[in-house]
């Protein structure tokens, strides 16, 4: 058994991504803390990763859209043995046009990928700040940097998980904190058949294999990558936009409107 690189908080780990995630953090090393509502799946889960690896595998059941539940996974964050890696996975979309939602759903998509993603991430980094050291890995989406129509809402949200992760590298990065947002394009999961489009009805061509998207996301991070889109050839492009994202830095506040907007 290879020695442990610590410990590693990873939330939707009950299947998707985040089993695949728990897996190959095990195998390199870390011990885990699943967190998801499916407590069977995760026990199971914990059982099969602890006797393949050899390494501690804790299960938190929680529903993160529950306030109380999302305390106890918050106070596991400051706790002891300490969590050096969390990787903020869980996250839930509808295919809905914006109008169709029900308030409830509108909520409920807000309390998994903006609240508790945006609280979990405080109440790991504060620790890690303290420690100097720590990792914070946001799940996001392509839909991030392309909006789509029917997904409105879930996009929005994944801009946020993608602005939140930039802003939190330029405040710790410094102070030997890493970051990354990773964002998957359509990946095989069950999330989508939950959405109401079964992943079946895409276009195959465009769907990667949920193992492959991990492994990829994993390369980026081990390349140092602060964003990683595993689907995307063409580098330069995603290159090409931030760079001319931070070129307005310094130009987008003004005493004086713009002489465009001046009569
Ligand atoms: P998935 O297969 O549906 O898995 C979602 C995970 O989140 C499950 O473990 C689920 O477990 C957990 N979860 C859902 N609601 C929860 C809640 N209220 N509290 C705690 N855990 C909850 O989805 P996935 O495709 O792996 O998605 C993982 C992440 O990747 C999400 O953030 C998603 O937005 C993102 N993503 C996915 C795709 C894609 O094409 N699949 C593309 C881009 C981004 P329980 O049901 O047991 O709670």
Redesign the pocket.
């Known amino acids: 058994m290879t020695n442990s690189l610590g410990t590693a908080l990873v939330?939707?780990?009950?299947?998707?991504?985040?089993a695949v995630y728990a897996d190959r953090l095990a195998r390199r090393g870390y011990n885990l803390v699943l967190?998801?509502?499916?407590a069977e799946?995760l026990a199971a889960l914990a059982a099969s990763l602890g006797d393949a690896t050899g390494r501690t595998v804790e299960v938190l059941q929680?529903?993160?859209?529950n306030p109380a539940d999302l305390g106890r996974v918050e106070a596991r964050l400051g706790a002891e043995p300490a969590i050096d890696l969390l990787v903020n996975?869980?996250?839930?979309?509808t295919v809905s046009a914006f109008a169709d939602l029900t308030s409830t759903q509108v909520s409920a998509i807000l309390d998994?990928n903006v609240t508790a993603l945006a609280r979990l991430a405080w109440a790991a980094t504060g620790p890690m700040a303290n420690r100097g050291k720590g990792t914070v890995i946001n799940?996001g989406?392509v839909v991030s940097v392309a909006p789509l129509p029917n997904a409105a809402l879930y996009g929005a949200t994944k801009a946020f998980v993608l602005t939140l992760t930039q802003a939190l590298e330029a405040e710790l990065g410094s102070k030997g904190l890493r970051f990354q947002a990773v964002l998957?394009?359509?990946?095989r999961?069950?999330?989508?058949a939950?959405s109401g489009l079964p992943v079946e009805h895409l276009p195959q061509e465009i769907v990667m294999e949920t193992d492959a998207m991990v492994d990829a996301a994993l390369a980026g991070f081990d390349q140092g990558e602060v964003v990683t889109i595993p689907a995307l050839v063409d580098v330069d492009g995603w290159n090409q936009f931030e760079t001319a994202r931070l070129a307005l830095n310094g130009k987008l506040s003004s005493a004086q409107p713009a002489s465009r907007y001046l009569a």
Not at 189 to 192: G, I, V
């Open positions: 939330t939707g780990a009950s299947e998707g991504i985040g967190v998801a509502r499916s799946k929680a529903d993160l859209t996975n869980a996250g839930f979309s998994l799940i989406s998957p394009g359509a990946t999961t069950n999330l989508w939950k």
